[in-house]
């Protein structure tokens, strides 16, 4: 998996819970633009950045990486 695939999985659970990349970045702490970036491969994510993500999404980071 590379960033870009990452980066649609991330956007495709995050839609599914019908969230935007703007709320998302908002309720883990970061700028609003952040999941924007990360759903386009133009930067790298944290672990704590993930783990942040995936509990707001309620899933685990297996499902971004095994969907």
Do not use: Q, W
Request: glycine content about 6%; aromatic content about 8%; charged content about 30%.
């Amino acid at each position: 998996m590379d960033l870009n695939d990452f980066g649609k999985k991330l956007g495709e659970f995050r839609k599914s819970k019908g969230m935007s990349a703007y709320e998302l970045s908002l309720r883990i702490g970061k700028d609003p633009s952040y999941i924007h970036k990360v759903e386009n491969a133009k930067i790298n994510i944290s672990l704590s950045s993930l783990f942040k993500i995936c509990k707001e999404l309620e899933i685990t980071p297996a499902e971004i990486f095994c969907a």
